[in-house]
């Protein structure tokens, strides 16, 4: 398949599943969650994001053993904007938990709901047994869904800052995921486009990118869950595309 028909072909899966249509966003952006659910929901999230160093060390790792060194410099710089600096993601989402009264140690206590249990699994189990290039795969359309100007992110932001009243470093999280995302997003699509170039790594990438917008779309689900205690999950917007043989019954 050509380069620019298979990546229309992975957004019509993104298409599936918008992230901004999600209850969680959905329930921030109209107010129909309260602050203190939005807090036990960003636990959640805390849960999900602190295994980050987890599965972006196994992709450098796949990098270099398949010698795949430009997508290595791809990995390297989310690894670098996930944890580098003074202050990791994981630092910043805990500024959120102290603005709701959680300590880190109560938050590293709490139970992964049934969605943030499921992500965690499915996100790092990608990427320790699949490629590099999987891996970027399964981040790169739900990364490009949250970031940019107007986007997910941000709208979720203003929301937070705006009607919530949480002060701008709490909600700093969102920020970054705004600025930042779009160029993770961008730069992972732009390596699909360049090396996903043969029928055989199409297969193995369109498998990574459904991986990859179903954990986070289970994610999403799990923030949900710890607010309502209900075992929800979200069906996503459009029916599924599946591949699928044909069915010939024999008489």
């Known amino acids: 398949m050509a380069t620019d ?71 390297l710089e989310n690894f670098m904007e996930e944890l580098g600096g003074r202050r990791t993601h994981v630092d910043i989402m805990l500024q959120f938990l102290e603005e709701g009264g959680i300590s880190r140690a109560e938050a590293d206590r709490a139970e992964p709901a049934p969605g943030t249990l499921a992500a965690i699994e499915m996100i790092t189990g990608c990427c320790q047994r699949r490629s590099a290039l999987e891996g970027v795969a399964m981040l790169a359309f739900v990364e490009s869904q949250l970031g940019g100007t107007g986007k997910v992110s941000d709208n979720v932001y203003k929301e937070l800052t705006g009607h919530y009243g949480f002060s701008p470093r709490a909600a700093e999280t969102y920020r970054l995921h705004a600025q930042q995302d779009e160029g993770h997003g961008s730069r992972q699509i732009d390596a699909i486009r360049l090396l996903a170039n043969d029928a055989e790594t199409q297969d193995k ?39 699928q043989p044909q069915v010939k019954f024999r008489a």
């Open 5 to 75: 028909d298979f990546i229309a072909e992975l957004w019509r899966y993104a298409d599936e599943v918008p992230m901004g249509e999600h209850p969680w966003f959905q329930g921030i952006v109209r107010h129909r969650w309260s602050r203190d659910q939005i807090i036990l929901g960003e636990v959640q999230h805390y849960l999900r994001i602190r295994t980050n160093p987890i599965f972006f060390g196994y992709m450098a790792i796949n990098a270099v053993a398949d010698k795949s060194y430009g997508l290595m410099q791809t990995v």
């Open 205 to 243: 990438v369109r498998a990574a990118v459904k991986l990859g917008l179903t954990a986070f779309t289970l994610e999403w689900d799990g923030h949900v869950q710890a607010m309502t205690g209900k075992r929800d999950f979200w069906k996503g917007v459009a029916d599924l595309n599946l591949r």
